[in-house]
C-alpha cells in the first residue's frame, strides 16, 4: 500500500476539475439547482478517476532500460540511450525523468513522448563531462499516464550506475589515421619535407622514376643488372615520454576544461600515434614530488595502461619542482628521448627560475616544451576599448601575451623545441611536432 501510494501522482488535469467543482458549488450558494447536479457530477468524476487508476496499476505498465556506453570520453559529446516498452492496452502519454550524474548539474532534464498500445520507442541525449573520474548515475524516472490524463505512475529503473569518465579516447581515435596513412589531409595537420635519411635500412627494391639517386646500391645494381636503391624507415622503438606538470599552473580553465585536462587528452593521442609509429610510449606526471612514472614501452597492451594512468591524475595546488624532475630524469633514463614536457608559465620570471633545468634536460635528451597562450586575454585585446580604464587593461593583457611570445623565443634561443598553442589547438600541434621529429631524424 504503501509503494502504491509513493507511485502515484496527479495530474494538472485532475486539480483543474477539482477547482471548477469547488466554483461550482460556492455558486451554488445562489443557484440552489446546481447543487445537486454537481454532486451528480462529482461521483462520476471520481468513478471515472477511479477507472484511470485502475487502468495505470493493472498491469505491469511500462518498462525502461538506460543504456550506457562502458566508458565516457573527456571532453567529448557521450552518447546516452532510453529503450522504453508500452505493455498497456492504450496508448500512453509519457514524461522521463533521468537522474543525471551532480558533476553536470542539470536539473530540467524532461522528455515526453506519446506510445501507442504495445508499441516501442527509443530516444538519446548526449553529455560532455569535463573532468576525469567516476560518475554515478540516479534512477531512471517514468511517469506514465492514460489519455485521460487524470492519475500518474511513476516507475523507477536502472538504479544507480557507476561510470568512469576518462581521457579523451575519442580524440585518440580521431587522429588514428596518422600514424597509417599520410596521404590523408586534415585542416591544421602539416606536411613534413623529409630532409636527408633515416639511418634504419628496411630492404633493397628495383628503382622507379622518383627515387632518390643518392639511395642507389651499386653492387646490388651490378649483381642484378638493373638499378636498385636501398630503402630506408624511420627509426623504430625510440623512447618517447608524455611528461605532465599536474602544478598548479595547469588548474587554470578555458572553455571549461582545466589546461591538465588539455595536457592528458593530448598525451593519450600522442602515445597512440608513437605506439603506431613503433616507438616506446612512456609517461611521467609530477608536481612537488614524483608521481606516476610508467616506462617506455612499445608492447601492445601499452595503451590501456597509459590510459588508466591517465585516468585520475590529479592537479596539485603546488609550486613545480624541475630540479627534482631533472633529478629522476638524470637517474632513470639512461637513453636520449623525446620529451613533451606539458606545463605552463604566465611571466618571464616563472620560466627563468626552471631555465637552468630545462638546459641541463636539454643537453641530454631532446626536449619539447609545450605551454599554453591565454585565450581570454587575446579576446578580450581586440575588444574595443572606450573609457580610460579599459585601455589601462587591455595594454597589461598585451603585455602579457607579448611576454608569452618572448618565452618561446628564449627557449628556441636556447636550442630547446617549443610549442606554444591555444589549448584547444594542442593535440595536433604536438602531434605535428613529433612527426616533424621523426622526418628530421634528429632524435
Known amino acids: 500500500m504503501v509503494h502504491f501510494f509513493k507511485s502515484l501522482y496527479l495530474h494538472q488535469r485532475f486539480f483543474v476539475t477539482i477547482f471548477v467543482l469547488a466554483a461550482g458549488f460556492l455558486f451554488s450558494y445562489w443557484l440552489q439547482w446546481l447543487y445537486p447536479v454537481l454532486w451528480i457530477i462529482t461521483v462520476i468524476f471520481l468513478l471515472i478517476f477511479l477507472a484511470d487508476i485502475i487502468a495505470l496499476y493493472k498491469s505491469r505498465g511500462i518498462t525502461a532500460e538506460r543504456i550506457l556506453p562502458e566508458k565516457f570520453s573527456n571532453s567529448d559529446q557521450n552518447p546516452v540511450e532510453i529503450l522504453l516498452q508500452n505493455n498497456y492496452g492504450f496508448k500512453s502519454r509519457l514524461e522521463i525523468i533521468d537522474e543525471i550524474p551532480v558533476q553536470f548539474q542539470k536539473r530540467d532534464f524532461l522528455k515526453l513522448l506519446n506510445i501507442p498500445a504495445g508499441d516501442s520507442s527509443s530516444f538519446s541525449y548526449s553529455l560532455r563531462p569535463v573532468e576525469r573520474g567516476e560518475y554515478f548515475f540516479g534512477n531512471l524516472n517514468v511517469f506514465a499516464s492514460t489519455p485521460l490524463k487524470l492519475a500518474k505512475r511513476r516507475k523507477k529503473f536502472g538504479k544507480e550506475q557507476m561510470l568512469k569518465v576518462y581521457p579523451s579516447f575519442i580524440q585518440m581515435k580521431k587522429y588514428d589515421f596518422m600514424a597509417i596513412d599520410r596521404k590523408i589531409s586534415q585542416p591544421g595537420l602539416k606536411k613534413i619535407r623529409k630532409i636527408g635519411h633515416t639511418m634504419e635500412f628496411e630492404q633493397i627494391k628495383d628503382y622507379v622514376p622518383g627515387d632518390d639517386v643518392r639511395s642507389i646500391n651499386w653492387k646490388a645494381t651490378a649483381k642484378q643488372g638493373d638499378l636498385m636503391v636501398n630503402q630506408y624507415q624511420d627509426e ?79 592537479t596539485r595546488f603546488r609550486d613545480s619542482d624541475f630540479g627534482l624532475l631533472y633529478t629522476h630524469m638524470n637517474r632513470s633514463l639512461p637513453q636520449r628521448s623525446l620529451l613533451l614536457l606539458y606545463t605552463n608559465f604566465e611571466h618571464l620570471g616563472a620560466l627563468r627560475r626552471q631555465m637552468p633545468y630545462l638546459l641541463a634536460l636539454a643537453r641530454k635528451h631532446l626536449l619539447v616544451v609545450i605551454f599554453f597562450e591565454n585565450t581570454e586575454l587575446e579576446s578580450f585585446i581586440h575588444t574595443k576599448a572606450e573609457k580610460v580604464p579599459e585601455i589601462f587593461n587591455q595594454t597589461i593583457a598585451e603585455q602579457f601575451s607579448y611576454d608569452k611570445r618572448l618565452m618561446a623565443k628564449e627557449l628556441q634561443k636556447h636550442g630547446i623545441q617549443t610549442i606554444l598553442t591555444r589549448p584547444e589547438d594542442l593535440t595536433v600541434n604536438t602531434i605535428n611536432k613529433y612527426l616533424e621529429i621523426k622526418k628530421r631524424g634528429i632524435l
Open 236 to 314: 623504430r622503438s625510440q623512447p618517447v615520454y608524455s611528461v605532465i606538470d599536474t602544478g598548479r599552473t595547469m588548474k587554470m580553465p578555458f572553455n571549461n576544461l582545466k589546461l591538465l585536462d588539455y595536457a592528458i587528452n593530448s598525451a593519450l593521442a600522442f602515445s597512440n600515434i608513437a605506439l603506431k609509429k613503433k616507438d616506446k610510449a612512456g609517461l611521467i606526471t609530477f608536481s612537488n614530488k614524483m608521481e606516476k612514472i610508467l616506462p617506455a614501452s612499445s608492447k601492445k597492451t601499452h595503451l590501456n595502461l597509459l590510459l588508466e594512468s591517465l585516468y585520475n591524475v590529479g
